[in-house]
């Protein structure tokens, strides 16, 4: 009992749960219809297994990313929009008392 102790029960449990719905569909299904041969009611648990699966991925899905908002066009500025500046001539920071 050891090992299966260790097995984590909620990987597993929606698996089979999802397994014995299908199964049950399956035979409620075949015999609503009638369906006379095993082989008829394997293809239709399959089918309702891959249906599930399906379902699954539908809700799971992300939506898709927005795409970028458009901007006008983008204008050259010649030579800037501030005036010239000469940091040889700037002396607003020689009293400081930390270096940065």
């Known amino acids: 009992m050891g090992r299966f102790a260790t097995v984590r029960r909620t990987e597993w449990v929606p698996g089979v749960a999802i397994l014995v719905v ?20 394997v293809g239709l648990i399959v089918a309702l297994v891959l249906l599930f699966g399906w379902l ?16 006008g066009r983008l204008k050259a500025v010649e030579g800037g929009r501030a005036a ?11 009293d400081q008392k930390y270096v940065m």
């Open 84 to 94: 010239k500046y000469d940091l040889s001539k700037d002396d607003s920071t020689d």
């Open 22 to 41: 299908s199964i049950a569909l399956a035979i409620l299904l075949g015999s609503a219809i009638q369906l006379g041969s095993w082989a008829a009611y």
């Open 56 to 71: 699954e991925r539908r809700r799971d899905a992300r939506p898709l990313p927005r795409p970028p908002r458009s901007r």
